[in-house]
């Protein structure tokens, strides 16, 4: 999609990295939608901040975490890649992480979102 707008490989992974820091990393207050939220036995545990409605998203972290085993990256990383696809697709999170769950998406090393 970036790329057919003319844009490079350079500054598409540019923009990436800079949102990825915004809102995984960003200042808390003003930034961020991403909040780690302690550990339990089973490891780390976060959750999203459905800025629009003012709410907490947890839903898509299972699915992220099969994205992270796919392409042995971050779950921070993979719940991007999650959102990113259903943005690019126009479909719901919800559509997408099912996709996952049933199989019929399998995320690679090679994709862009």
Same mark, same amino acid.
Request: aromatic share 8%.
């Given at each position: =999609?970036?790329?057919?707008?003319?844009?490079?490989?350079?500054?598409?992974?540019?923009?990436?990295?800079?949102?990825?820091?915004?809102?995984?990393?960003?200042?808390?207050?003003?930034?961020?939608?991403?909040?780690?939220?302690?550990?339990?036995?089973?490891?780390?545990?976060?959750?999203?901040?459905?800025?629009?409605?003012?709410?907490?998203?947890?839903?898509?972290?299972?699915?992220? =975490? =099969?994205?992270?085993?796919?392409?042995?990256?971050?779950?921070?990383?993979?719940?991007?890649?999650?959102?990113?696809?259903?943005?690019?697709?126009?479909?719901?999170?919800?559509?997408?992480?099912?996709?996952?769950?049933?199989?019929?998406?399998?995320?690679?090393?090679?994709?862009?979102?």
């Amino acid at each position: =999609m970036f790329l057919d707008a003319g844009h490079s490989p350079k500054e598409i992974s540019a923009k990436i990295d800079a949102a990825f820091q915004q809102l995984f990393h960003g200042d808390p207050e003003t930034q961020t939608v991403y909040y780690p939220a302690g550990r339990n036995a089973n490891g780390a545990m976060a959750y999203l901040a459905d800025i629009n409605n003012k709410d907490v998203r947890s839903e898509g972290m299972s699915y992220g =975490m =099969m994205i992270a085993v796919q392409l042995d990256v971050s779950i921070t990383e993979s719940i991007i890649r999650l959102r990113a696809r259903a943005f690019q697709t126009d479909r719901s999170i919800d559509e997408v992480a099912a996709d996952v769950v049933g199989r019929r998406l399998r995320f690679t090393a090679t994709d862009i979102a």
